[in-house]
């Protein structure tokens, strides 16, 4: 019965890669004319700033992956015996792309507020292919993710040193580029790559972290050190959802120049976050990573305890950076 699932996903597969070519077609040529069932607002969202991920189109990102698809489970099909290490690849790649697709959608419904429905049929597409992906798989996903456990644990410190890399380096170039009191247009896209770097962190964690507990929960951490784990790492989904869609935006609005007839109190309120922001950020992966790598035996009241200490820590020191900063700009002007 394998084989049935296998050719349900070639299709979906088949339907999205027309799909996002339809997409890469019409903004190499002209949106103006795109048909986008329901009354979407294709046009606008693909012509957005988060129509691209690490400076790649989204649109050609799903162009890769269903051909990816289509030619992996055409060799499930046609190919000898399918080598697990394979099936693995193939299944994680599902997981990653629906992660992805949520974060798109969630793009359209908090930042952009309006929908492509051509884009949420892709997304649809990815979920299907990932429903499809279990039973067409030719072992049992517990199986199979246990047998490379050593993998889903590197891939999981991975993504938590590329998050909290991403975050120390981002907090370090906001602070280096206000020392000018304002950010530029290409800092801004900076900070901004640094902030997308923090989510493809975040997916490597999520991933590699649903497989290990597939695989056997034990294999994570003791369940007071894993019930911090999820603590932090909602407050990293959240706060970074805040500085991806509120602070990045804004970042070129970010001034200490008083004179300046825009310095609005919201203006004002935005420098303050983006530093507390930053320095959660940075707070969040740190206690994720040492969590992650240490496993300490502590309970989940202490850790959650010193967890909420650093967070009030790091909040209260992005508003001293601001009004050191502030002082600093009326000194000089």
């Known amino acids: ?20 070519s339809y997409l890469r077609h019409k903004k190499k040529t002209s949106v103006t004319d795109m048909a986008c069932p329901m009354d979407g607002s294709c ?13 790649v189109p989204v649109e050609l990102m799903g162009i890769m ?13 046609i190919g000898p015996a399918t080598p697990n290490w394979f099936v693995f690849f193939v299944l994680v790649s599902s997981m990653s792309a629906v992660l992805f697709s949520a974060y798109l959608t969630f793009i359209q419904a ?19 292919i990932m429903f499809f992906a279990v039973p067409a798989a030719t072992v049992s996903l517990a199986e199979l993710m246990l047998q490379y456990e050593i993998i889903l644990f590197i891939g999981l410190l ?40 923090s989510w493809f962190g975040l997916s490597f964690v999520v991933v590699t972290g649903l497989g290990l507990f597939l695989a056997d929960s034990s294999l994570l951490m003791n369940h007071d050190v894993l019930a911090t784990s999820l603590v932090a790492l909602a407050i990293i989904l959240v706060n970074n959802s805040f500085l991806n869609l509120y602070i990045a935006p804004r970042l070129q609005d970010i001034s200490f120049f008083k004179g300046a007839e825009d310095l609005t ?26 969590l992650l790598v240490y496993n300490p035996e502590i309970g989940w ?23 050191f900063e502030d002082v600093r700009a009326n000194d000089m002007f």
């Open 301 to 323: 009241d202490i850790a959650l305890a010193l967890y909420g200490v650093g967070l009030v820590l790091a909040f209260f020191a992005g508003l001293l950076v601001d009004l």
């Open 265 to 290: 109190q919201k203006l004002i309120f935005t420098r303050k976050a983006a530093f507390s922001m930053s320095f959660i950020s940075i707070v969040s992966w740190l206690a994720l990573f040492v």
């Open 65 to 77: 992956y269903y051909i990816f698809v289509i030619f992996s489970y055409s060799f499930f099909l």
């Open 43 to 55: 046009e606008k969202v693909v012509s957005s700033e988060y129509a691209k991920f690490l400076g």
């Open 110 to 128: 908090f930042a952009l507020k309006m929908w492509c429905t051509l884009c949420l049929t892709s997304a649809a597409l990815c979920a299907l």
């Open 158 to 197: 991975f993504g938590a040193a590329v998050g909290l890399g991403s975050a120390v380096i981002g907090d370090f170039f906001l602070l280096k580029f206000v020392q000018d009191f304002e950010i530029s247009e290409m800092q801004s896209e900076t900070i901004r790559t640094l902030y997308h770097m």
């Open 1 to 20: 019965m394998n084989w049935l699932f296998q050719i349900g996903i070639i299709l979906f597969a088949i339907t999205g890669l027309i799909v996002s």
